[in-house]
C-alpha cells in the first residue's frame, strides 16, 4: 500500500501536469486574436502571455477557495479521489486539444471531481448548492460575454466610423498588446486557481493543512503559477487556428473588443467580492468573439464552428465525470 505521503507527491505531480496543460490548452484565448491580427508575433505573443499568467495566477485566491469547498464535501475528499478527478480532466484537455477544439478546462476539472466522488461516496457527497453555483457561472459567463462584446463592438463602431479603417487598425493593432497582456493575466488569475484548490484539498485530506484554512500556502501558488506559465510558452497552435480565425475574420478593433470583453468578464467572476467563482476563459473569449461579429453583421460569425464547439462545451462536464468515475475505481484497485 502506498502511503500518505507517496499519494500527496501523486496529486501534486497530477495537479501541475493538468495546469500545465490548461496552461498550452488555452494559451489561445489570450493571444489567438492579436496573433491573427498580426498586432504580436506568435513568440512574443507567447512570451507576454506565459510572463502575465504567472502573474495572475500570484494575486488572488477566491477561486481556489470555491473549488476546495463548494464542489465535494471536504470530509471525504482523499488522495485517490483527487488523483482520479486529475486524470479525467487531464484525458479530456488532451483529447480537445488534439482535435483542435476549443473546450473548457474549467468544465472538465469539475466534471472530474464530481465523477471521482460519486464513485466513492455516491450523490449525497455532492454539494450541490455550490455546483449549481458553479455550473450557473460557466454557463451564464459566455453569455455576458456575447452581450457586452457586442455592446463594446457597436460603441467602437459608433467612435470611430468616420476614421480611415487604415488609421484605424494601426492604431488598435497597439492597443491590442495592451488587450492581450490584460487578458493573459486574468487568465492567470482564474485558471490557475483550480489546481491551487485540488491541492489544497489533498493537503487537508492527508493532514498536513488545517480544514478550516482554506487558503493555498504560499508553494501551492507558486508552483501553480510556474506550472501554467510553462504550459502557456509551450503554445497551442491548434486552438489558436480555431479560435483566431474560424469563427470571425478578426481586425485589430475587433481583436481589442473582444480581448477587453473578456477580461472584464472573467475579472468580474474572480475578484468581485462575494463572487470568486471559476469560468472558463475558452467560453468567455467565445462569447466575446461572437458578440463582438455579431455587431458587425449576424452572418459575419461563422455559426457552424459555434455549434461545434457547443457541443464539445455540453459534453465535456459529463464525460471528465464519467471517466474519472471509471478512474477511481482503477486507481483504487492499483493503490
Known amino acids: 500500500m502506498i502511503s500518505s505521503s507517496a499519494l500527496l507527491i501523486v496529486v501534486v505531480f497530477f495537479a501541475l501536469a493538468f495546469d500545465y496543460i490548461n496552461g498550452f490548452h488555452d494559451t489561445a484565448n489570450a493571444i489567438a486574436t492579436s496573433v491573427s491580427t498580426r498586432a504580436l508575433t506568435p513568440k512574443?505573443?507567447?512570451?507576454?502571455?506565459?510572463?502575465?499568467?504567472?502573474?495572475?495566477?500570484?494575486?488572488?485566491?477566491?477561486?481556489?477557495?470555491?473549488?476546495?469547498?463548494?464542489?465535494?464535501?471536504?470530509?471525504?475528499?482523499t488522495?485517490?479521489?483527487?488523483?482520479?478527478?486529475?486524470?479525467?480532466?487531464?484525458?479530456?484537455?488532451?483529447?480537445?486539444?488534439?482535435?483542435?477544439?476549443?473546450s473548457s478546462s474549467s468544465h472538465a476539472i469539475i466534471g472530474g471531481m464530481?465523477?471521482?466522488?460519486?464513485?466513492?461516496?455516491?450523490?449525497?457527497?455532492?454539494?450541490?448548492?455550490?455546483?449549481?453555483?458553479?455550473?450557473?457561472?460557466?454557463?451564464?459567463?459566455?453569455?455576458?460575454?456575447i452581450i457586452l462584446g457586442f455592446i463594446i463592438m457597436k460603441t467602437l463602431y459608433f467612435i470611430f466610423g468616420k476614421v480611415a479603417p487604415?488609421?484605424?487598425?494601426?492604431?488598435?493593432?497597439?492597443?491590442?498588446?495592451?488587450?492581450?497582456?490584460?487578458?493573459?493575466?486574468?487568465?492567470?488569475?482564474?485558471?490557475?486557481?483550480?489546481?491551487m484548490g485540488i491541492i489544497t484539498m489533498a493537503l487537508i485530506a492527508s493532514g498536513l493543512?488545517?480544514?478550516?484554512?482554506?487558503?493555498?500556502?504560499?508553494?501551492?501558488?507558486?508552483?501553480?503559477?510556474?506550472a501554467m506559465a510553462?504550459?502557456?510558452?509551450?503554445?497551442?497552435?491548434k486552438i489558436i487556428r480555431t479560435m483566431g480565425g474560424k469563427i470571425f475574420?478578426?481586425?485589430?478593433?475587433?481583436?481589442?473588443?473582444?480581448?477587453?470583453t473578456s477580461s472584464i468578464v472573467i475579472w468580474t467572476a474572480t475578484a468581485f467580492p462575494g463572487l470568486h467563482l471559476?469560468?472558463?476563459?475558452?467560453?468567455?473569449?467565445?462569447?466575446?468573439?461572437?458578440?463582438?461579429?455579431?455587431?458587425?453583421?449576424?452572418?459575419?460569425?461563422?455559426?457552424?464552428v459555434a455549434q461545434q464547439m457547443l457541443v464539445a462545451w455540453v459534453v465535456t462536464i459529463p464525460t471528465s465525470a464519467l471517466t474519472s468515475f471509471l478512474m477511481y475505481k482503477l486507481v483504487t484497485l492499483v493503490l
Open 44 to 77: 512574443r505573443a507567447i512570451v507576454i502571455a506565459a510572463i502575465l499568467n504567472f502573474a495572475g495566477a500570484l494575486v488572488s485566491t477566491g477561486v481556489a477557495q470555491t473549488i476546495a469547498k463548494d464542489i465535494v464535501n471536504p470530509d471525504f475528499v
Open 79 to 102: 488522495q485517490e479521489l483527487v488523483i482520479a478527478a486529475l486524470i479525467g480532466a487531464i484525458f479530456w484537455n488532451l483529447a480537445t486539444w488534439y482535435f483542435g477544439i476549443p
Open 114 to 145: 464530481i465523477g471521482a466522488a460519486v464513485s466513492k461516496v455516491g450523490f449525497g457527497v455532492l454539494q450541490v448548492q455550490g455546483i449549481l453555483k458553479i455550473i450557473a457561472a460557466l454557463l451564464v459567463s459566455p453569455i455576458i460575454g
Open 166 to 195: 487604415s488609421k484605424v487598425n494601426q492604431g488598435f493593432r497597439k492597443m491590442q498588446v495592451l488587450s492581450a497582456g490584460l487578458l493573459a493575466f486574468n487568465h492567470g488569475s482564474n485558471d490557475a486557481q483550480k489546481s
Open 209 to 226: 493543512q488545517d480544514p478550516a484554512n482554506l487558503n493555498p500556502a504560499l508553494w501551492v501558488k507558486f508552483a501553480c503559477a510556474m
Open 230 to 237: 510553462l504550459g502557456t510558452a509551450a503554445g497551442g497552435w
Open 249 to 260: 475574420k478578426l481586425e485589430p478593433i475587433n481583436g481589442f473588443a473582444a480581448d477587453l
Open 278 to 304: 471559476p469560468v472558463s476563459t475558452t467560453h468567455v473569449v467565445s462569447g466575446s468573439i461572437m458578440g463582438v461579429g455579431s455587431a458587425k453583421r449576424i452572418s459575419a460569425v461563422r455559426w457552424g
